[in-house]
């Protein structure tokens, strides 16, 4: 038995996407089946569905910003019950039992995680995302939305929220100076990532600097909780800005020039990297070594770092900030998103699935 939902897909990258009826598995003993809410869309669905992150598995549905509420539950389900408010984000499984797993980083499962969509599931068919009606997931890996959480504000919680948390949280935004003070923050770029990276990082009292490359965002990133929005297109930018950071979340995927970067922190601190740039970036060690300054990756999080997170931005009173759109607008969403026209994140209505035709 399956039960069988509306959704969005694509048959190949340059093509349309479609609303379409495909198939949920009925829930296992230890399966969610959940009626999706919102949706949010990622650069990442827009690169997967692209094919700029190699072959893509068509047909495909793509979204792992997702926000419902549990309508079934298996018969060993023990966390959730009917009518709960939960997200599920960019992974649906793991092994459950390697030390990464253990330790609450699913995301590292040494075994191998399952991704939302576009992935090889424990049955051997391939994961459909979020851009649907309803979905069935393994109960480890849904979180639970707070009530002060709408939830189109907390759908892109559950991978922009959390890429960007789980660093600043990791490499100290929220500590102190040595003299006290507030640690510098800096974020490179402020689309989807960007923005939440700022209002995260304000609220654990960092002073946060955008790093853009106009000032076209100024008063938006103030109104986020920046202190203030320098343009690294001056011509005396990266001299004038040398040795001023201690932690740059950089959130772009663009090619960028890593070493002057690099040269904004003060000796031992930290870039972050969560953007990833479709070509290759060149290094200089000297770069790192002068300073003991460290050039780290962040991966989105673990399920328990997850939760963590809903539960700060719900204590902090806070979501992403988004714009919604129905199911036949996404394909003009995608290229508004990569011209950088939405602020900040486009999520879908799933309600708008009701009255959409299914195509023939």
């Known amino acids: 038995m399956s039960i069988t939902v509306k959704a969005l897909q694509k048959t190949g990258p340059d093509q349309p996407y479609r609303v379409v009826e495909i198939e949920r598995r009925d829930p296992r003993e230890t399966d969610v089946v959940i009626d999706i809410k919102a949706a949010g869309i990622c650069h990442s669905d827009i690169h997967t569905i692209r094919n700029e992150w190699g072959e893509a598995h068509f047909p495909l549905t793509v979204g792992h910003e997702i926000a419902g509420v549990v309508s079934a539950v298996g018969s060993a389900v023990t966390d959730w019950k009917v009518g709960d408010r939960v997200g599920v984000g960019c992974l649906v499984n793991s092994c459950g039992e390697c030390e ?38 393994e109960q480890r890996f849904v979180c639970r939305i707070p009530d002060a959480l709408s939830f189109e504000q907390a759908a892109p919680l559950l991978c922009a929220g959390i890429t960007t948390y ?34 995260i990082a304000a609220a654990m009292g960092a ?43 950089n959130t772009i995927s663009a090619d960028i020039d890593v070493d002057a970067y690099l040269r904004l922190l003060t000796p031992r601190g930290v870039m972050a990297v969560v953007g990833l740039p479709p070509a290759a970036q060149s290094l200089g060690f000297g770069s790192i070594i002068g300073g003991g300054k460290v050039l780290a990756g962040s991966n989105i999080g673990g399920i328990p770092e997850t939760q963590e997170m809903l539960d700060f931005c719900a204590e ?45």
């Not at 399952?114 to 997931?137: H, M």
């Not at 600043?168 to 939440?196: F, N, P, Q, S």
Request: some cysteine.
């Open 166 to 199: 789980s660093p600043l949280a990791r490499w100290g935004a929220a500590e102190k100076r040595a003299d006290g003070t507030a640690k510098k923050v800096a974020v490179l770029g402020m689309g989807g990532l960007g923005h939440m990276g700022v209002k």
């Open 100 to 137: 990464q797993c253990l330790a609450g980083f699913e995301n590292n499962c040494l075994n191998g995680s399952v991704g939302t969509y576009n992935a090889k599931d424990v049955d051997g068919t391939i994961t459909q995302g979020g851009y649907a009606q309803k979905v069935t997931v």
């Open 207 to 249: 002073e946060v600097t955008v790093l853009s490359r106009s000032l076209k965002k100024e008063q938006l990133a103030m109104d986020l909780g920046a202190a203030r929005v320098l343009a690294t297109t001056e011509d005396d930018f990266f001299t004038a800005h040398r040795g001023e950071f201690d932690l740059i979340l």
């Open 316 to 360: 902090h009173g806070f979501g992403a900030e988004v714009e919604v759109v129905s199911v036949d607008e996404v394909d003009a969403a995608y290229d508004r998103v990569v011209a950088g026209e939405v602020f900040f994140r486009a999520v879908i209505d799933t309600a708008t699935f009701e009255d959409a035709p299914v195509a023939v």
